[in-house]
């Protein structure tokens, strides 16, 4: 399983773009990149998966390199609500366990 | 659909007790999985289950720890005899196959 990298945690303020990079320098060719969200007191909540290129749903976008040796989660206008432990996680759909690293957490400040 | 339901969402209890938590997965979910979550040691997997046959328990950290799925919808995880640092939450999660995984809200462990 790919090891990933993330910083260990990020202010900001209302309003303000969040861009969160995860570093993944052995993933493998069938490895997708997989973001979850976990708010206090409940487990971790999927908000976005990519391969390459862009991503981007309701929640936030994904941009991944050509190299794909990293990725950056990218969440727009954050407000409060967005405070929360993020964590990116490379496997295939073969993969048969997700292995969570120590995550981001992200403080969002009024 | 109600997601995965854990029960109990607090446990308290006292050391050398048994405690036993319990798992229903999301329908037609084909893997179960058990974590364990801590300030020092953050999200472990304990073990993880295919098909309610036990795939890799390398996670479990000792033997009082046993987990059990009997069927597709109900799963335990049993620690026998508790001690003070299995403190934590647990959580459960359910998977379809794809590489996304639901979670359920945990169980907070307390053990005095």
Known sequence: LAKTTQPISMDSYEGQEVNITCSHNNIATNDYITWYQQFPSQGPRFIIQGYKTKVTNEVASLFIPADRKSSTLSLPRVSLSDTAVYYCLVGSYNTDKLIFGTGTRLQVFP | ?112
């Open chain 2, 1 to 112: 659909d109600a997601g995965v339901i854990q029960s109990p969402r607090h446990e308290v209890t006292e050391m050398g007790q048994e405690v036993t938590l319990r798992c229903k997965p999301i329908s037609g979910h084909n893997s179960l999985f058990w974590y364990r979550q801590t300030m020092m040691r953050g999200l472990e997997l304990l073990i993880y289950f295919n098909n309610n046959v036990p795939i890799d328990d390398s996670g479990m950290p000792e033997d009082r720890f046993s987990a059990k799925m009997p069927n597709a919808s109900f799963s335990t995880l049993k620690i026998q005899p508790s001690e003070p640092r299995d403190s934590a939450v647990y959580f459960c999660a359910s998977r379809e196959g794809l590489i996304d995984y639901t979670f359920g809200s945990g169980t907070r462990l307390t053990v005095v």
